[in-house]
């Protein structure tokens, strides 16, 4: 089945700093890759996405690329700011499915 | 629109009440789901319409629950004979359109079973 692993959290930061959040993921066929962001007291939010082997998504300074050797879809962002902090989910889609398959999330702490 | 509303924000029931819980997904949205989340995990899918038509159902749904779309436009969530372990956040998502189209989710209902 498929499945979603992400790096345990919390990840503190100070502000400016470089962010990587690892996310691994184990799927049937090729799936559709995603990273969510949940602000406190939010619902969650999409924050990219990428469809295909080596395509990279990025929003608001947000970056991931979809490794298939390694299945692997890690987000980074180069300079973080303290309006980052949430929890962030990584997720995935096969099969032909409308229904994702979510990683545990990773909360971000970002300090001034 | 404003987005995805769910209703109530918050419910506290003792432990064999039964309650329900109401979505509204973005106008014209053919798609709904129902998930489910507890501290420390993603969200876990529960169910799923097109329309009216429910689709798709996880096994996490027991008997004790149940879901309706009845004009394709909002949604319930029924939970019956409450137990301790259904306290959660229970999420709803919207969308339309193609696979890889965006879900978009309301800010959940907290559900807390005393």
């Known amino acids: 089945g498929n499945s979603v692993t992400q790096m345990e959290g919390p990840v503190t930061l100070s502000e400016e700093a470089f962010l990587t959040i690892n996310c691994t993921y184990t799927?049937?066929?090729?799936?559709?890759l995603f990273w969510y962001v949940q602000y406190p007291g939010e619902g969650l939010q999409l924050l990219l996405k990428?469809?295909?082997?080596?395509d990279k998504g990025s929003n608001k300074g947000f970056e991931a690329t979809y490794r298939k050797e390694t299945t692997s879809f890690h987000l980074e962002k180069g300079s973080v700011q303290v309006s980052d902090s949430a929890v962030y989910f990584c997720?995935?889609?096969?099969?032909?499915?409308?229904?994702?398959?979510f990683g545990r999330g990773t909360s971000l702490i970002v300090h001034p | 629109d404003t987005g995805v509303s769910q209703n109530p924000r918050h419910k506290i029931t003792k432990r064999g009440q039964n309650v329900t819980f109401r979505c509204d997904p973005i106008?014209?949205?053919?798609?709904l789901y129902w998930y489910r989340q507890t501290l420390g995990q993603g969200p876990e899918f529960l169910t799923y319409?097109?329309?009216?038509?429910?689709?798709?159902k996880s096994r996490l749904l027991s008997d004790r629950f149940s879901a309706e779309r009845p004009k394709g436009s909002f949604s319930t969530l029924e939970i019956q004979r409450t137990e301790q372990g259904d306290s959660a956040m229970y999420l709803c998502?919207?969308?339309?359109?193609?696979?890889?189209?965006?879900?978009?989710f309301g800010p959940g209902t907290r559900l807390t079973v005393l």
């Open positions: 998502a919207s969308s339309f359109g193609g696979l890889d189209n965006e879900q978009f």
């Open positions: 799927a049937t066929g090729y799936p559709s």
């Open positions: 990428a469809t295909k082997a080596d």
């Open positions: 997720a995935l889609k096969s099969g032909g499915s409308y229904i994702p398959t």
């Open positions: 106008s014209e949205h053919n798609r």
């Open positions: 319409f097109q329309n009216e038509a429910q689709l798709e």
